[in-house]
């Protein structure tokens, strides 16, 4: 496990400005679906994605199929999956079909018996950047879970955003280093040095963990309220603390957490934290109509991260992952009434009933808790 972060690696957090960005906030499946198609459909040069699931399902086979269409009209098509995400093994049809209609395709970190370690840090992100001009960032992989069409009211709850202009040609940049390790991803040129958004990868040739300390920053600059969504919920000592502290100086700290889980571990692990942060003053609500698999914060309705890591160990110390961090006033005012509509539909956490539960539960809890730096 990578040691926690020193003072030096603060001073690599982006510095934004406040304004607006043509960003756009994706809640449901279907519509982010349809849209990333059409900009597909749009792309004159290269299209690269990066996703952890791309499903071999009638979703996954949308995509494939307008991939390659883009390649026969002269478009450079690079895809990256994660091995674990998307075993290779599971989707051959998928994988032939990419590549016989050359895609450019790569599997990040596959099983390897000279190095086999590696097979635990994986590629989370989920990025689709079409001609430096569209990207788009979020939660949601390709695949039927996230699509009404196909899963009607247990369709997963998610989030992404759809971008263009400097944070495109950012998002481009990234996708350069993905592909080409030597390549050094950095935001294009501003004349003033400030803007609204930022991309924050896991970590930078600066910062050994640019993103965990962008989240405490945000964390540390909540003054009334901060609305807070993830699936997975297992932080480090360091980040727990955080959100404590902010909720004992006076902040109204929400946290939303799936009430049913894809992992059933981690939500045990996660319910290991509830009894420190109720008491703390954090207030927990478990998301039950859908799985929720959101990943998103919000301070004061003035500054927002959405983008595909958990507050979990994996997310901050292992995994390859991607957010945009931003003070869109717009955007934020938006990310925050869905989460309060989410919010609305979940049930609050409350502290005499949790200290009351059996000892099973606590039993699970702990054990799940161990086993908390591999979930």
């Not at 990207?135 to 879970?145: P, T």
Request: glycine content about 6%; hydrophobic content about 40%.
């Amino acid at each position: 496990m990578a040691r926690y972060a020193s003072d030096h690696d603060r001073a690599c957090l982006p510095d934004l400005g406040i304004g607006a960005d043509p960003l756009q906030l994706f809640t449901e499946g279907d519509r982010l679906y349809n849209a990333m198609l059409i900009d597909i459909g749009k792309a004159r040069s290269d299209i690269s994605l990066v996703c952890y699931i791309f499903g071999d399902d009638p979703v996954g086979w949308r995509f494939a199929e307008a991939l390659a269409e883009r390649v026969k009209a002269g478009v450079t098509v690079r895809v990256q999956l994660d091995a674990v995400g998307t075993p290779p093994v599971w989707s051959r049809k998928l994988r032939a079909y990419l590549s016989q209609h050359s895609i450019e395709l790569r599997y990040f970190h596959r099983w390897q018996w000279r190095d086999p370690f590696r097979f635990n840090r994986r590629d989370h992100r989920k990025l689709l950047v079409v001609d430096s001009d569209v990207a788009y960032l979020g939660g949601f992989n390709i695949h039927q879970e996230s699509s009404r069409t196909y899963y009607d009211d247990e369709r997963w709850l998610d989030a992404h955003v759809r971008f263009e202009g400097y944070l495109a040609r950012w998002a481009r940049s990234i996708i350069e280093a993905v592909w080409w390790p030597r390549h050094t991803a950095s935001p294009p040129p501003s004349n003033d040095g400030l803007r609204p958004s930022a991309l924050v990868p896991t970590s930078s040739p600066g910062c050994r963990q640019q993103l965990r300390w962008a989240y405490l920053d945000l964390f540390r600059r909540a003054r009334k309220r901060l609305y807070l969504a993830t699936p997975y919920f297992v932080p480090d000592p360091v980040t727990r603390r955080s959100l404590m502290t902010c909720a004992e100086r006076g902040v109204d700290v929400h946290v939303l957490l799936p009430a049913v889980s894809d992992v059933p571990l981690a939500r045990w692990a996660a319910r290991a934290e509830y009894g420190r942060l109720l008491e703390a003053g954090v207030r927990v609500f478990e998301y039950g109509p859908r799985l929720l698999h959101t990943k998103a914060v919000v301070a004061d309705g003035a500054y927002a991260s959405v983008g595909t890591a958990n507050l979990d160990v994996r997310s901050f110390f292992l995994n390859e992952e991607l957010n945009l961090f931003t003070r869109s006033l717009d955007f934020c005012h938006t990310l925050e009434a869905h989460l309060l509509a989410c919010e609305s539909e979940a049930a609050e956490v409350d502290l005499g009933q949790w200290q009351k539960r059996g000892r099973l539960s606590r039993v699970a809890e702990s054990a799940a808790w161990l086993l908390r730096y591999w979930l």
